[in-house]
């Protein structure tokens, strides 16, 4: 058996209760903190591909209308939107976005440069349901509406960008 020496003292029966308190306190604090962490994770997952799908279609889209000439929005798929750009040497560039379907119904946004002869993805899991992706013309103001929703799992994003054209109207 082990004597404590004079001045020496051991821990009281409250003193263990209070660290065991505090000790549970930050362990279960800890695995909620893991818990919602694991959970969250695929929903943020999620909100980053739907938004970067996206933020893809209003960059390529509005890079277009500001070089543009003419615009012509389509009257339903696949083509949804048809842009004139001129070019210091004949022909004029004709690029051309249209919808392919993906197969959990969804669309895959395409740009076709069909004077060079190129198409690339611009944007997958686009959402036209209910009119969710819309573009809209103002001839007056020469300005492009264009409202795009993608959904990624269970996550939609939806932005609305506008876009003027630069480029002088034909004559």
Do not use: H
């Amino acid at each position: 058996m082990m004597k404590l020496k004079k001045g020496e003292k051991g821990f009281t029966l409250i003193e263990l209760l209070v660290g065991l308190s505090i000790a549970a306190f930050v362990v279960g604090a800890a695995s909620m903190t893991t818990v919602t962490m694991m959970r969250l994770t695929p929903q943020n997952n999620d909100w980053a591909v739907a938004l970067s799908q996206v933020q893809n279609t209003g960059f390529w889209v509005s890079r277009d209308v500001l070089m543009s000439q003419s615009v012509t929005v389509g009257t339903g798929e696949p083509t949804f939107l048809t842009l004139t750009i001129p070019q210091i040497t004949p022909p004029d560039k004709t690029i051309v976005y249209e919808f392919e379907d993906m197969p959990d119904g969804l669309k895959r946004l395409m740009r076709d440069d069909q004077t060079a002869g190129q198409e690339m993805l611009v944007a997958e899991c686009i959402s036209t349901d209910n009119n969710d992706t819309t573009a809209s013309y103002d001839t007056d103001s020469r300005t492009l509406t264009l409202t795009v929703t993608a959904t990624s799992g269970d996550v939609s994003v939806t932005r609305i960008y506008e876009a003027a054209q630069r480029v002088p109207a034909s004559p």
